[in-house]
């Protein structure tokens, strides 16, 4: 059997999703990763020409990616609240005005950009436009994958990350090359190129009434699982098969003396009324989410990797500040760096594929905290300058710690998005994944304040350092806290997904 090519393989994504919808998702995928090109400025913004200490900036950054913590919202928004029938593309329309007119202000106004509080302002609300169209692109990848069919998943998931790991390169490498031969503002106008685009792409992709309708029919199968959970917590799953089965079959017996007629009618005006109504599938659509997510099954596996973020107090806004200020190390390596861990998240990827999956979760995980404890071990010796007597550089350092930073990351990563997948029942997957995301996302913006108030206490600045050593040893016993939880996590679980 001859093996299909890149060309067979590229017409059959094309006959089964259309030129324009992969397009459209390779583009935001791609922006999502090449956010570090604008991010990278905002840093040296803050640094450079607005002068924040190291703890004000990171407090500042983990505000501004606050609404990535609230993904389900958007979800539920789109699943539940259509805007002219249609439930996703003009959510999308709004998350990429979001995502535009920030960054043209940032550019355009000097006055601002300036501002503390603006400069937060406008990064929240471009936040809130990624988040959301990543939220959405989520849930329209579901769909396509649904319509066309379950051989297209892994092909369809693929050409997602690929397109955010190409935008994560390109996005390092023209990032550093951009600050060091372009005035920052003119980095946030050249960038806010990319959302328009997205906003244009919006106008070539459909978005039919049809998948609206299946959306109430989904919502009406949420609404019956979510009576489910709750009556199984209460009574036993054998006594509730039987009162259900007894129920539909006096529904029927009902249906048999109702005219075809008027059971189309009334099915149309409940429709209608579900329409009419949006509160009504929100209120469903949140009771469903808070009844699966209180079972043991789910609310335990969630709560080690909440916790196993909130432990660890992150500081790498402060170690920006050290390589920048202290070790002189330029924008232009910065972002070789940056590539390189996104080379090395890769490589993490296929390592783990490999000759991790099938390895029990919790092994999986303890090797990826000690692992991350000895990447803290590595910028402890980098601030406390004891690699110079072996003569080795500190651009070495740099790039050894962020190539096993990401690429352990992965080890971990890998895992959440697995048995995340596993625990999500079925018709609730985006809404649910979505809040199991948000948990992540909220936990590392916790560590993240956890770590501004660290820097804080031990008064660290751009001009004292002397401290950062002790931040670190906080950070790699905080890295190590969470092994001790792991009893949360099933024992018998192994990373592949079943």
Not at 90 to 117: A, D, K, M
Not at 375 to 390: E, G, K, N, P
Not at 430 to 457: Q, Y
């Amino acid at each position: 059997m001859a093996v299909a090519g890149p060309g067979c393989w590229a017409g059959r994504m094309r006959a089964a999703f259309g030129a324009a919808f992969l397009c459209l998702v390779c583009f935001i995928y791609f922006i999502q990763g090449f956010r570090s090109f604008a991010w990278t400025a905002v840093s040296y913004q803050m640094k450079d020409i607005m002068k924040l200490s190291p703890s004000a900036s990171q407090f500042l950054v983990s505000l501004a990616y606050f609404p990535w913590s609230i993904k389900p919202i958007y979800g539920i928004l789109s699943d539940c609240i259509p805007i002219k029938q249609r439930k996703r593309i003009p959510y999308l329309i709004i998350s990429s005005c979001l995502s535009l007119f920030p960054w043209l202000i940032l550019g355009l106004s000097e006055t601002l950009r300036s501002s503390s509080n603006f400069l937060t302002a406008l990064l929240i609300v471009q936040n809130l436009g990624s988040a959301m169209a990543d939220v959405v692109i989520d849930a329209m990848v579901a769909e396509a994958v649904r319509s066309a069919g379950p051989e297209f998943a892994g092909d369809l998931q693929s050409l997602s990350w690929s397109s955010m790991s190409l935008g994560g390169i390109f996005g390092s490498l023209l990032g550093g090359y951009a600050l060091s031969n372009l005035p920052i503002h003119v980095i946030y106008v050249i960038f806010s190129a990319l959302p328009f685009f997205q906003l244009v792409s919006c106008i070539f992709v459909e978005d039919s009434p049809k998948g609206f309708q299946s959306a109430v029919d989904e919502h009406k199968y949420v609404d019956d699982q979510s009576v489910v959970s709750a009556f199984a917590e209460k009574g036993s799953s054998e006594s509730f098969r039987y009162e259900g089965t007894r129920r539909r079959k006096g529904s029927h017996k009902t249906n048999k003396k109702r005219p075809l007629l008027k059971r189309t009618e009334a099915n149309e005006k409940h429709n209608r009324s579900i329409n009419s109504w949006p509160c009504l599938s929100l209120r469903s659509a949140f009771f469903s989410l808070c009844t699966v997510f209180k079972q043991p099954t789910i609310l335990r596996p969630m709560a080690w990797f909440f916790f196993s973020k909130v432990t660890i107090p992150n500081i790498s806004t402060v170690m920006f500040y050290y390589q920048t200020e202290m070790l002189h190390l330029d924008a232009s390596f910065l972002g070789t760096a940056r590539v390189i861990g996104w080379f090395s998240l890769m490589l993490g990827t296929y390592i783990y594929n490999h000759y991790f999956k099938h390895k029990k979760l919790r092994n999986i995980l303890v090797f990826a905290h000690v692992g991350l404890a000895i990447v803290s071990l590595l910028d402890i010796i980098l601030v406390s300058r004891l690699h110079v007597q072996y003569g080795i550089a500190d651009k070495y350092m740099v790039l050894w710690s962020s190539a096993l930073a990401d690429a352990i990351k992965q080890f971990k990563m890998m895992p959440f998005l697995i048995l995340s997948g596993q625990l999500c029942p079925p018709g609730i997957e985006g809404t649910l994944f979505a809040l199991f995301m948000s948990i992540n996302n909220l936990g590392s913006t916790l560590g993240s304040f956890l770590g501004a108030a660290l820097v804080s206490a031990l008064n660290i600045s751009t001009a004292q350092f002397d401290n950062l050593a002790v931040g670190l040893g906080v950070q790699l016993i905080g890295t190590l806290l969470p092994i001790g939880l792991l009893f949360l996590i099933p024992k018998e679980v192994t990373g592949l997904a079943s």
